[in-house]
């Protein structure tokens, strides 16, 4: 069917009316191939605007359209409509933006009505290269990919899953629990955390909605919100691996936070000196009975050292401080009579109830040292602490048992797992919230979260509520039945002229192409390419095309533009 | 002096050069420049494409092939493309432009990538009256001229 084009220009009311000479651009573009029509209209984008686009299309049989008005910004999709409305495919149709960018800069009359003519002519030679493209609709996938078995990752897949969301939770480790699960008392309530988080285990393990793929990480993740394509490895027994692929709609990253190693410790006589344990080591001690337990140790006296690696992590690791309270109420409940000392350089202690907690810890004997810096040091019938008061002052503790609290720090894989899913790290390492204050769940990246120590050291309720906040972001948006509609400015390979070169997967942003090396072609899937047209650039044999943005269509373009 | 760039100057040159103009950055920034009613030449013809990363060297080739004097190509700051790397793809096939415009014996002034951002009405209006300027200096595409090349 031959082409029959309408082109339509816009004033826009005195916008582009008094700016550009409407008349000698209708001329201009009137004699032009496949140009049935050239009209102007006062207002466009309003009722009447639209209806005599419709008339005209009708009475015109018009088959392409090209309006000359505002931003594609802000009436592209209203155009667009109006040509579904009257059955042109709504991709048969071109916007040039004469006002923004012609009437709004340009002073000299005469100079706009030239360079509309220019846009107005790329618009109309681009037109006629424009394929129809359809829409598809596709079903979101409600379920939901939970990454870490900790607190945060249960609490947030216990509040997901339901008969109509699936939730896949997965464990690097043998088992579900986390940090937590190890932990006596917590602060501050002082219940049990390893109970709670057991609990919360059992409440998992008997949740049928819940896929719990233990020993196992997430190697891919590709696709959108609503549209996640997932493959999880699982480690088996006799060493080999298993890729289950898994389809969902979001994630939740709830990969918490290691407690640091090494030399910080190190030079504070940890694995040197007798009696110098880390925090985590004092929890197993306590949850044990080797202290304070039957036949336990009852150290008589000790120095908890706060801060260990803060310098050289950069920041406050923010739980520390209110857990070496705990841990001190804890031993002197264990050792009646022990002297406990806390040398700290800043206290950290936030929220509600931290305050009485603290001060409860100080009622029960806990000595609270403010420090400038502490050296470790063994010696017989004990461990000395010496440490300055940072007014020149300095002090000497005979000690026989020194806690250190060390900081927390981005878990190993961090690096490969911000790279995976597209989101930032933060300086310190941590992935990156979209916005500290606004999006605080948000990973940046649609349809991914971030709950707990993810995204920095957090409290045992912290994490919850985080967890919490990540099910609510994804239960408000994420609802089964609902569609979306993936981009349809797509790249597609042709593959009589694909090499199987594979360059365009080195490029892909989106893990958006594969490669079938039974024919050494590449594949482009439409449902996750975004259309950003980076592959096409990148072909060496010009077999990719995008949508819409052909080399074809902006050829016609560039031809016109520069005339 | 934005007041005559699309008509002849003294010496008859009239610059015509194509804009490449990533949707979400630089066409809003463009956009942008035009709520403001800055003063943008008219000797820009702005091309719509979604990202920077499109525009290959095929296409800047094409359009300086075509008579353009120049190409300016624009897209997100780094760090801030919707396609997460596509920029510094952009960036890097620059590179390759920039010899190929060399051996050509075309000046590699005549293509140019700028960074705006959707706020940068401003820059973009300033990135366009720079580099006008300086395709003024140049003077017409030899290739307009020279169709022997």
Redesign the interface.
């Given at each position: 069917m031959a082409r029959r084009i309408g082109f339509f220009i816009c004033e826009c009311g005195p916008n582009i009316g008094e700016n550009v000479d409407i008349d000698a651009v209708l001329n201009a573009v009137e004699d032009m191939d496949d140009v049935v029509l050239a009209a102007r209209f006062g207002l466009m984008c309003s009722g009447p605007g639209k209806d005599f686009l419709k008339a005209n299309i009708k009475t015109e049989k018009l088959t392409h359209l090209v309006v000359a008005a505002c931003?594609?910004?802000q009436h592209e999709l209203t155009f667009m409509e109006v040509c579904e409305d009257s059955g042109i495919n709504p991709f048969l149709f071109q916007l040039t933006?004469i006002?923004?960018?012609?009437?709004?800069?340009?002073?000299?009359k005469?100079?706009?009505t030239?360079?509309t003519i220019?846009?107005a002519k790329?618009a109309i030679r681009r037109v006629r290269y424009h394929d129809p493209l359809s829409k598809t609709a596709l079903a979101v996938n409600a379920d939901v990919l939970v990454i870490g078995g900790g607190v945060a990752g249960m609490a947030a897949a216990l509040r997901l899953a339901s008969p109509e969301r699936r939730v896949h939770l997965v464990e690097r480790s043998s088992s579900l629990g986390g940090r937590v699960v190890a932990q006596g008392p917590i602060y501050p309530t002082m219940a049990s955390g390893g109970e709670m988080a057991t609990a919360m285990v059992d409440l998992v393990e008997g949740n049928d909605w819940i896929v719990v793929h233990r020993y196992s990480e997430v190697s891919v993740v590709v696709g959108f919100f609503g549209n996640f394509e997932v493959v999880v490895t699982g480690e088996l027994e006799d060493g080999g691996t298993l890729e289950t692929k898994v389809n969902v709609g979001a994630g939740v990253v709830a990969t918490g936070a290691e407690v640091l190693e090494g030399k910080p410790l190190e030079d504070l006589g940890h694995g040197s000196i007798d009696g110098v344990v880390s925090s985590a080591e004092l929890e197993a001690m306590l949850a044990d009975g080797s202290i304070g337990g039957k036949g336990g140790k009852a150290p008589k006296s000790v120095a908890f050292v706060q801060c260990v690696g803060r310098d050289e992590v950069g920041y406050c690791s923010e739980i520390c401080c209110m857990n070496s309270a705990k841990q001190a109420r804890l031993l002197l409940e264990a050792a009646k009579g022990a002297k406990v000392h806390i040398l700290y350089r800043d206290l950290c202690v936030p929220g509600r109830d931290q305050q009485a907690f603290l001060e409860g810890a100080v009622k029960a004997g806990a000595n609270l040292v403010r420090t400038t810096s502490v050296e470790v040091g063994g010696s017989k019938g004990g461990i000395t602490v010496s440490h300055s008061l940072g007014d020149g002052k300095a002090e000497k503790l005979m000690v026989d048992m020194v806690v250190l609290s060390p900081a927390m720090v981005p878990p190993t894989g961090t690096e490969g797992m911000a790279e995976m899913l597209?989101v930032e790290l933060d300086p310190s390492g941590f992935l990156l919230e979209a916005h500290a204050k606004l999006e605080p769940m948000a990973a940046g990246i649609d349809g991914i979260y971030l709950a707990g120590s993810a995204s920095g050291p957090r409290s045992v309720s912290d994490s919850i509520v985080q967890a919490e906040a990540c099910a609510g972001r994804v239960l408000s948006s994420l609802i089964p039945g609902r569609t979306i509609e993936p981009e349809i400015?797509v790249s597609h390979i042709l593959e009589t002229l694909c090499t199987g070169c594979q360059t365009c997967l080195e490029?892909c942003?989106?893990g958006a192409i594969v490669y079938d090396p039974m024919k050494n072609v590449s594949h482009i899937n439409a449902a996750i390419c975004?259309?950003?047209?980076?592959c096409?650039?990148?072909c060496p044999s010009n077999a990719i095309s995008?949508y819409h943005?052909t080399?074809k269509q902006?050829?016609q373009?560039?031809?016109e533009?520069?005339? | 002096m934005?007041?005559?760039?699309?008509?002849a100057d003294s010496q008859g040159f009239r610059p015509?050069?194509?804009g490449f103009l990533c949707n979400w950055c630089s066409?809003?920034g463009?956009?942008l420049?035009?709520?403001s009613?800055?003063?943008?030449p008219?000797a820009i013809?702005?091309?719509?494409?979604?990202?920077s990363?499109?525009?290959?060297?095929?296409?800047i080739m094409?359009?300086l092939m075509?008579?353009?004097?120049g190409v300016l190509v624009t897209g997100c700051h780094p760090g801030d493309c919707?396609?997460?790397?596509?920029n510094y793809?952009a960036r890097r096939?620059f590179a390759l432009t920039d010899q190929i415009l060399t051996s050509l014996g075309l000046e590699p002034e005549r293509v140019r990538l700028s960074w705006v951002s959707a706020s940068e009405g401003p820059r973009y209006?300033e990135v366009v009256n720079e580099f006008i300027e300086e395709i003024r200096e140049l003077g017409p595409n030899p290739m307009r001229t020279n169709r022997s090349l």
């Open positions: 931003s594609p910004k933006n006002r923004e960018q012609v009437a709004w800069v340009t002073k000299d005469e100079e706009a030239e360079k220019r846009l790329a597209n400015r490029v942003c989106y975004r259309g950003c047209g980076n096409v650039a990148a995008l943005f080399y902006l050829y373009e560039i031809v533009a520069i005339r | 934005t007041s005559s760039d699309a008509k015509r050069v194509v066409y809003a463009a956009d420049a035009g709520t009613r800055l003063d943008v008219a013809s702005p091309i719509r494409v979604m990202c990363s499109r525009v290959d060297p095929v296409l094409t359009a075509r008579g353009a004097d919707h396609y997460d790397k596509g793809f096939r209006a």
